[in-house]
């Protein structure tokens, strides 16, 4: 079974552009959530979707928006960026429903970015 | 807020020894808590689950501990290895939603 993929692994961008990152959950999962990862902040949770729609959101400015297609896969935009936006941004599938979840997430290896 | 606290400093320990790694949570009360390990430029991998009316989950050579009342949990790997050496990160939960610490670094020496 193929595990999570995200891609691109790495990209550049300068201040000002935008950015889409794209996430493939495990075959039958439906919960797709996002993290952004930086070493004086940790994880910190973006948003989840299930069944395409948005069903958790963090404390991120709306510069930061994702969206879920039917067939489960993820994408998360960032606009303007920003010097700060400079993380690793992790996608996270699940196959839990809503009524409960306390199943472990399964990682994809991240989407490292650098804003210059 | 929710605030998850996990040991910033790397613990080092020697080859054999027993791993112990806390994480503490204040203005939280999860009904789960999971531990993932995270090696470098990696994405973080499941460990373990255990549950608030749980106390101890075990797993080969590792263990989890649930306190509720100190609102503390301890993970802890017996007979280390320097293959355990990553980060390892906390993440209480309730409902769908999961809080992540900030990880402990465990450096396994020889």
């Known amino acids: 079974k193929a595990g999570v993929t995200q891609t691109p692994r790495y990209l550049i961008k300068t201040r000002g552009q935008q950015v889409t990152l794209s996430c493939s959950p495990i075959?039958?999962?439906?919960?797709v959530s996002w993290y952004q990862q930086t070493p004086g902040q940790g994880l910190q949770f973006l948003f989840e979707?299930?069944?395409?729609?948005?069903?958790n959101k963090g404390n991120f400015p709306g510069r930061f928006s994702g969206r879920q297609f039917s067939n489960s896969r993820s994408e998360m935009n960032v606009s303007t960026l920003e010097l700060g936006d400079s993380a690793l941004y992790l996608c996270?599938?699940?196959?839990?429903?809503?009524?409960?979840?306390?199943?472990?997430?399964?990682f994809g290896e991240g989407s490292r970015l650098t804003v210059l | 807020s929710q605030k998850i606290e996990q040991n910033s400093e790397a613990l080092n320990i020697q080859e054999g020894k027993t791993a112990t790694l806390t994480c503490n949570y204040t203005?939280?009360?999860?009904?789960?808590l999971q531990w993932y390990r995270q090696d470098p430029g990696r994405g973080p991998v499941f460990l373990l689950l255990?549950?608030?009316?749980?106390k101890e989950k075990r797993k080969e050579r590792l263990k989890v501990t649930f306190d509720t009342t100190l609102k503390q949990s301890l993970f802890h790997i017996t007979a280390s290895q320097p293959a355990d050496s990553a980060t390892y990160l906390c993440?209480?939960?309730?409902?769908?939603?999961?809080?992540f610490g900030t990880g402990t670094q465990l450096k396994v020496e020889l």
């Open positions: 979707y299930f069944s395409e729609t948005q069903r």
């Open positions: 996270a599938s699940s196959p839990q429903g809503q009524t409960a979840n306390t199943g472990e997430l399964f």
């Open positions: 255990i549950r608030e009316n749980e």
């Open positions: 203005n939280y009360s999860p009904a789960y």
């Open positions: 993440a209480p939960g309730r409902g769908n939603k999961l809080t």
């Open positions: 075959s039958g999962h439906r919960s």
